[in-house]
């Protein structure tokens, strides 16, 4: 009999949130217009933009995030330009070459606590201006970064402005990766809502596949016809669901009732608490990080104890007797998980 390891290898493991398995049964049988045309859509629609504050906003539904970065990089840039991230972004390194793949170059820039500095990104951008072979190089089209980031960090609302400011400086679009959004509302650290990034971004998503919905993220170009023909280019990368009413009444349900700014909170109430453990057990933290990630620097002989119980995620090769491993809570985890996992963890670092 194989023993059921404890579900904290991502965020994602789980299905939905019951609110929207059962708006799903209230409606299965109910014909719906095709592509997002339905009118659960659009009231799913007509709620983003009220939390937003952003009512001319263009909002398009898509399946998962790899999909939606291709998608909406390739909509905003030239064939003749590159995208700027972090080092550690996900278009950078969890995402196959998805963007290259494209047309598009990801153009690099040392990450600190995984985020992009705003500094360093003026500084890049001035430098490309004021190259006299600038003509032979990508162009720097957009700047794309993660809220949360890839390391679970947070961007304060005074970055996201200056980042803001020096892209329209530069004449570039900001572009915000929001698939993990609802752990940054959730968390008491995070001073970035909704409207700021609506204000601050020409475009961005708010994330669903792991944030409870069954699939799914929520396309936002605030500025009306910022990505022109969006719809039709959305169809080339096979990202347009026939079926699009199942992607807008599960963002109807998370945005019903705020439930979409209070997911997150269980599974900030649980990593704050394996957090709080694990330096109570003598483990070392690879990152600080306020949200539902947690990074962990591991012996490699406690490792295999851990393996045996728990499922993580392997992050990277600490040394070569180290392994960092990742941790993450999710909107589906309880506190009785959140129990096992730390008596798990006593266990294991004895």
């Known amino acids: 009999m194989t023993t059921q390891l404890l579900p904290f290898a991502s965020d994602y493991m789980e299905g939905a949130h019951p609110k929207i398995l059962q708006r799903l049964t209230e409606v299965n049988r109910m014909p719906m217009l095709g592509y997002g045309a339905d009118a659960i859509s659009e009231t799913a629609r007509t709620k983003i933009w009220a939390a937003c504050q952003c009512p001319e906003a263009?909002?398009?539904?898509?399946?998962?995030?790899?999909?939606?970065?291709?998608?909406?990089?390739?909509?905003?840039?030239?064939?003749?330009?590159?995208?700027?991230?972090?080092?550690?972004?996900?278009?950078?390194?969890?995402?196959?070459?998805?963007?290259?793949?494209?047309?598009?170059?990801v153009l690099t820039l040392p990450h600190t606590d995984g985020k992009l500095r705003p500094e360093d990104v003026d500084a890049y951008l001035t430098a490309f201006e004021a190259d006299g072979n600038r003509d032979h190089m990508v162009m720097p089209g957009m700047v794309y970064i993660s809220h949360p980031t890839e390391y679970g960090t947070l961007y304060t609302a005074e970055e996201l402005r200056r980042l803001h400011a020096i892209c329209q400086a530069h004449k570039l679009p900001l572009f915000l990766d929001g698939a993990r959004l609802a752990y940054a509302l959730a968390c008491p650290e995070n001073d970035v809502s909704l409207p700021l990034i609506a204000a601050c971004c020409d475009a961005f998503y708010i994330g669903g596949t792991k944030c409870g919905t069954l699939f799914g993220e929520a396309v936002v170009f605030p500025k009306k016809n910022c990505a022109p023909h969006f719809f039709t280019i959305m169809k080339q990368h096979g990202a347009l669901l026939a079926k699009g009413w199942l992607l807008g009444l599960q963002f109807d349900a998370l945005f019903t009732d705020h439930l979409y700014e209070q997911i997150g909170e269980a599974a900030i109430t649980a990593a704050d608490a394996i957090r709080k453990a694990l330096h109570a057990y003598g483990y070392r933290l690879f990152f600080e990080t306020p949200t539902n990630q947690i990074f962990v620097i591991i012996p490699n002989e406690q490792l295999d104890r851990l393996t045996k119980k728990v499922s993580y995620s392997f992050w990277e090769p600490y040394d070569e007797n180290h392994t960092v491993i990742r941790l993450a809570t999710s909107w589906a985890t309880t506190p009785e998980e959140t129990q096992q996992l730390l008596t798990v963890l006593a266990e294991t670092a004895h």
């Open 58 to 105: 263009d909002v398009y539904f898509l399946v998962g995030g790899t999909q939606t970065n291709a998608t909406v990089i390739d909509a905003l840039l030239a064939s003749y330009q590159g995208v700027v991230a972090a080092d550690t972004g996900h278009i950078s390194l969890h995402e196959a070459g998805a963007i290259e793949f494209g047309g598009h170059k």
